[in-house]
């Protein structure tokens, strides 16, 4: 071995723990025994040392190739499956792609790209791969979340990705069975696919379009034990009335804020599981997870160094330093990622209550009202603490008396609470009021059946 | 309801919340004298919207704001529906 030790996915997987297994709504697939295969029809070799797209659209198929690939590719760029066809181009232009890997093989011939390997689970015992060595770390690749345009494409290695993993060490009561809302492709979920393949565990995946109650079924009869999702998803849930009968023993918020009524919700419909909000972006990894049962994070969190992540507070906003960092932004003119002193400007806008840290909003999402800024997320947070509300969005609309004002859409937590519009109307009001200035209090309440959330799980706010 | 009791019980909603004692609304009072402030104001006229799916100082840029409770009330009533 190099002085640095060199290690791969694949170091992770092998026969020694009987009984790993990968699933999605269509089949279920042995880690175990995933060794032994090759679902690159047998041509990874080719892969060796080249920059490549991973453009599968299927879950677990591009599961199975990240653990291939990974060790061999020089680097991986993950294509999450609501990329807009319009910026492929230019990415395999950012990233130098040399290679494709899809499971629609046809769509690539045109691409420009010579080398297109199909992807896809082996014939039965046809294709045997030898044992792969690895042979470098590979880049993994990953893209923004954000808004319009080209994603932003975010350098990390495998040792940067799994830093908080490692540092949690194992998780009690023995291997665990993961599930996410998440997409793997993204961020989020990413890290919860590295949790059950370095761990020694399984994985449950989400399947797009699934009806909640069949996924929570299939999260059940896989005896998945941790999982993780964004607050939106989890309010989806607890929403959905499907929750009874689900048990699983930690349940992880992320991606979004965390308000205190989603974390009581979640206790009281999951009251044997623990529950923690960790604090997470794509450029910044993993910056730490909360597991006390209340919003926001310990003010001592900030200042000094925790397993090698160290966090400030500038100009409002949170900034992160630390090894699980991505490395830079990708391609030519790429803007810089971090400061010149090695901190990363979340955008995630907190502020000091006492001896916790609440966070308030992102700092582009800010609106304005007649002059003063105001965070959607802050009222929101108030608004959803009404005992028969399960999740709201705040937003601005323009008026021709200060130039913007604030409203909100409410989803109760019963449906419809027929002739009683008004009573609640009247009280999530009064809730405003007592705790929040006035320009903050919405004008208008409007209560909706739904809230578009988007495909990252994230509350739509294209309009705000 | 007419469109001036409409906009009374508007103005009588939003005076509660906003802890405002309104004084007699006749159509001589002057919009300041109402006691809202500019936040009342856009908090009224975007109730109204919703409930009579007009706004009649964004239709036209040459409208100007009213003065008085009356001049307010006849910017809806004057509004084609």
């Known amino acids: ?464 | 309801m007419s469109v001036r009791l409409r906009i009374i019980a508007a103005m009588r909603q939003i005076a509660e919340e906003q802890k405002v004692t309104l004084p007699p609304l006749g159509d001589d009072l002057s919009l300041h004298e109402t006691g809202f402030d500019s936040l009342g104001f856009a908090i009224l006229v975007a109730r109204l919207e919703d409930d009579l799916g007009i706004d009649p100082f964004t239709i036209a840029e040459d409208v100007a704001f009213p003065l008085t409770v009356g001049d307010f009330i006849g910017a809806y009533e004057n509004v084609p529906a």
């Open chain 1, 1 to 464: 071995m190099s002085p640095r030790e060199r290690f791969a996915l694949r170091d992770y997987l092998g026969p020694e723990i009987t009984g790993r297994t990968i699933s999605d709504a269509r089949r279920t697939v042995s880690l175990s025994h995933i060794l032994g295969e090759s679902w690159l029809a047998g041509r990874l070799g080719e892969l060796s040392g080249r920059s490549v797209l991973l453009a599968v659209a299927d879950q677990l198929v591009s599961a199975i190739a990240m653990t291939e690939i990974d060790g061999v590719a020089r680097r991986m760029l993950l294509c999450p499956p609501d990329l807009d066809a319009a910026h492929i181009k230019t990415l395999i232009g950012l990233a130098d792609i040399e290679a494709v890997v899809t499971d629609q093989p046809a769509r690539w011939m045109d691409a420009g790209v010579d080398l297109v390997i199909a992807a896809g689970a082996p014939e039965r015992a046809v294709v045997r791969a030898r044992r792969v060595q690895t042979e470098r770390a590979t880049e993994w690749l990953m893209l923004t979340s954000g808004t319009s345009g080209v994603p932003k494409i975010v350098s990390h290695t495998l040792e940067g990705l799994t830093g908080a993993i490692v540092a949690d060490g194992q998780t009690r009561g023995g291997p665990a069975v993961w599930a996410t809302f998440y997409d793997i492709r993204r961020y989020g979920g990413l890290q919860i696919f590295l949790r059950a393949i370095i761990g020694g565990g399984s994985m449950v995946l989400s399947e797009p379009g699934e009806a909640i109650a069949d996924h929570v079924a299939r999260l059940r009869a896989g005896g998945v034990t941790h999982i993780s999702g964004t607050p939106s998803h989890w309010r989806k849930l607890l929403m959905s009335g499907s929750a009874a009968g689900f048990a699983p023993r930690y349940i992880r918020l992320s991606g979004e804020i965390a308000d205190q009524a989603v974390l009581e919700g979640l206790s009281r419909a999951f009251p044997l599981a623990s529950i923690g909000h960790a604090y997470a972006s794509t450029e910044a990894g993993v910056g730490f997870a909360v597991n006390d049962g209340r919003e926001g994070f310990p003010a001592a969190l900030v200042g000094e160094s925790r397993d090698g992540v160290e966090m400030k507070v500038e100009d409002g906003s949170l900034r992160i330093r630390s090894k699980r960092t991505a490395h830079a932004y990708v391609g030519q003119q790429a803007a810089s990622l971090a400061d010149s002193d090695g901190f990363i400007d979340t955008g995630d806008m907190v502020e000091l209550r006492g001896e916790r840290y609440h966070f308030v909003g992102r700092r582009g999402g800010i609106i304005n009202i007649g002059g003063l800024k105001v965070h959607p997320e802050e009222i929101e947070a108030v608004i959803n603490r009404h005992a028969e509300v399960r999740m709201s969005r705040a937003k601005s609309r323009r008026s021709p008396i200060t130039g913007s004002i604030v409203v909100a859409d409410v989803v109760l937590t019963d449906g419809e609470e027929a002739g009683r519009d008004n009573e609640i109307r009247e009280q999530i009001l009064a809730d405003c009021r007592a705790q929040l200035s006035p320009h903050k209090v919405p004008a208008v309440i409007r209560f909706v059946r739904s809230l578009e959330v988007t495909a990252a799980g994230k509350l739509a706010r294209n309009d705000a």
